[in-house]
């Protein structure tokens, strides 16, 4: 990013209705088999940097409770998609890989994450991980959302209309894999803009 390119501090939702849709065009890879892991973060472990979200099923009654189904992670060219309701819980080498500080992991509202995963692993100690929302002040950027933050720096829209789906369903359907890769790879390309 250029020193003389003015980035607005806050962005309205009028603002954003006006522009068009992101798209996620990459491959994404559908992690639902154990023997499928290690191959799948033998690929995420050459990166330098990786985009990182979660997913889960949302609760629509009080009583309701449910674990973090899905951990995306996504190069430049590729996002994964570990559906871990399928692969009983985070597999051992996926574990690894979220606590190796060598490959920086970028994410958004992280410590949510890290609750939810710690759920299902409670000795989880996340490494290698950077916060986009504590690098937004200085760049001068008052949001705090990735759709704000994604529609400032590119002027374009990320919808967020399938996030309230069952992530645990048998099969994801397209519309929820591109959802969820987009997430992950925004995370990823908003870091390389600034860091540019």
């Not at 992101?22 to 973060?41: L, M, N």
């Not at 449910?66 to 570990?82: G, P």
Request: glycine fraction near 4%; hydrophobic fraction near 40%; charged fraction near 25%.
């Amino acid at each position: 990013m250029t020193s003389q390119t003015t980035i607005p501090a806050k962005i309205t939702k009028e603002e954003i209705s006006t522009m068009p849709h992101e798209e996620y065009t990459g491959q994404i890879v559908v992690v639902d088999q154990p023997r499928a892991v290690a191959r799948a973060v033998s690929a995420l472990s050459a990166e330098a940097h990786v985009g990182f979200d979660t997913e889960t099923r949302p609760n629509f009654r009080k009583d309701q409770h449910h674990k973090v189904s899905l951990i995306q992670l996504a190069t430049e060219q590729v996002c994964y998609l570990f559906r871990l309701n399928h692969l009983d819980g985070i597999p051992r080498p996926l574990v690894d890989f979220l606590t190796d500080e060598r490959v920086t992991k970028i994410g958004l509202s992280l410590a949510d994450d890290f609750h939810m995963l710690r759920e299902r692993v409670k000795t989880l100690q996340p490494a290698g991980f950077i916060e986009l929302q504590k690098l937004m002040p200085s760049y001068g950027i008052e949001e705090a959302g990735l759709q704000k933050i994604y529609a400032i720096l590119f002027q374009k829209k990320i919808s967020k209309r399938a996030r309230l789906t069952n992530w645990e369903a048998d099969v994801l359907t397209p519309a929820q894999q591109k959802y969820a890769a987009l997430d992950a790879w925004a995370c990823l390309r908003i870091y390389q803009y600034l860091h540019s």
